[in-house]
């Protein structure tokens, strides 16, 4: 390493933009376009501008980096569900609010959600992301299944199959939302929970 | 090469088993698993239990395998859309036509389905996939368009994002539907149509 690089490294290391989260948020956003396994803590040194002791200095490694990273994804997942749990009235509408805070938490999250959804458990840090995944699903289908026994939804909906479904049109925001295409967050919320819920259709008493 | 690898070729080229269709379902199957950079013609003939070259009978590279194995689905999923187009009547039932024909496609050609939402058009190859998968996308935008126009959706039902939360619900089947799970495929079908266009709330005319 020249003395121009270490120079560089100290001149940024506190800088605004390189703190943990924006570390995060980049090593994030890399892992995807490139997939975990084929991204090195040298390119994500480069993507950030930085030197890789400068990323050293906030985590131990690219491991903890994914688990962090996941975690920002799954926090915020249980704690939308926490609040949904915490509601009173029937079911259903802790699944409709659960559905407009995902998508918030999606939205907000979006590089960190991304990675959630493609992890498949090949590492002991990918198993607990995985582990806390399904955690989080099996919620979702308690909820539909007491929504389906106060007699809220509709008779042919597996309450296991629901889920998926919901959380398949939830999910595919990570495919095609963009938090710079100037779509309001609320009312995407607000199109999806009504979607889910009561479909894309004009019903009679809409 | 030794002798007794030309004599396996020899005995399995003509086996069933080994025609085009199962060299392409097992490509595509690795490509999901391990990625379509990262497999080699080494690893796929490993996985038929036959040499390269008994693929290179069928195939004259791997850009091939992905380019026939993505346009089994894309071909599935515009045999769909004409059959929908086809149709009389209102532009929401052709859509629900399509919407369970996809579940069909979706179910019957998983692999190729699952490869062809992963190509992100890094290749000539890739790159058209994605065009044609973008063709259809727009079609299905434009038979949402004409159901608002005829007043079949509900008003506040973004066309494009429509689309976007119809098909997400669909294609979500690739992150969890497993052929052998026992899942009849017309009653997911039908499930799939009638919580995208109805929702999953028993509403009052159920």
Redesign the interface.
Known sequence: MSSSVSARQGARRGRPGHDLESVLAAAAQLFNER?YEATGMEALARRLGITKSAIYHHVESKEELLKLATDRALDGLFEAADEARARDGRA?ERLEFLTERSVHVLAERLPFVTLLLRVRGNTEVERRAVERRRAFDHLVAEM?ERAAEE????????PA??A??????V???T??YRPDGG?DVDA?A???R?????????????
Chains 1, 2 share one sequence.
């Open positions: 997939g259903i539909i007699g809220d939804l509709r008779p042919d909906v597996d199959v629901g998926r479904l919901l959380f398949g049109m999910n595919s925001l495919e095609w779509m995407l607000v199109l999806v009504r979607t889910a819920f009561d479909g894309l259709r004009l019903s009679r008493d809409d």
